[in-house]
């Protein structure tokens, strides 16, 4: 079965809310209105053979409404074919169900959705933060999100509770222009104390004692 039979049967089977197929370099995507999604996951894993999930990610598409998307990229072991699956979400709704029912992996990737992104994943089983602490206000993988960070209170469980602060991007691996140095001697985590790096940033050709 070929990506494009099995989105012309998900469509007849499950009617509006299902879009057309797109292809780009050969592979096929597929938008899915959130209310259909979990049924058209269980759809293409039973009837069309798609019966791995191989990746579920949030995408922010800063400045277009809607503004979230959930990608869900399936796998058929038998046909050896991807499929692509879209969920477009506004910013204001951030809710669709859960497809655990469906692959247990998807606990994993909802969990880290709901985590970077605030997108919750209704009827998960168990949706809380993966990476960050419970409590912490932001969602680092969101576009709006700042290289250097936003200030946040530490849990109180922490060893060292307190805040965490915004990290200085001076002489940082992401700045750069024509004639710098190298990412290597710009990286600021390199220097022991603010002071050193402050010196060897003021007089980038001095050469070290050995």
């Not at 053979?49 to 990610?57: A, E, P, R, V, Y």
């Not at 709006?144 to 307190?162: E, H, I, R, T, V």
Request: with cysteine; hydrophobic share 35%.
């Amino acid at each position: 079965m070929t990506p494009q039979a099995a989105a012309q049967q998900l469509k007849e089977d499950l009617g509006e809310g299902v879009g057309e197929p797109t292809e780009f370099r050969g592979e096929y995507s597929l938008v899915v209105s959130r209310d259909k999604i979990a049924a058209a996951c269980r759809f293409l894993k039973y009837s069309c053979g798609f019966d791995m999930l191989t990746d579920l990610s949030g995408v922010d598409n800063y400045g277009e409404e809607p503004r979230f998307e959930v990608d869900y990229l399936l796998y058929s072991l038998t046909h050896r074919c991807h499929l692509r699956l879209k969920v477009y979400l506004s910013e204001e709704d951030l809710l669709v169900d859960t497809v655990t029912g469906v692959w247990r992996t998807a606990d994993w990737h909802e969990r880290e959705a709901y985590d970077m992104f605030g997108i919750r994943f209704a009827g998960h089983p168990n949706l809380k933060r993966i990476l960050m602490w419970e409590g912490y206000p932001h969602h680092p993988l969101r576009k709006d999100f700042p290289l250097a960070g936003l200030p946040a209170d530490l849990p109180s469980s922490a060893d060292s509770a307190g805040r965490v602060e915004t990290a200085s991007m001076l002489g940082g691996p992401f700045f750069s222009g024509p004639g710098q140095r190298g990412t290597v001697s710009r990286e600021p985590r390199q220097y022991d104390t603010p002071s050193e790096q402050t010196e060897k940033l003021a007089h980038p050709n001095k050469e070290e004692a050995v």
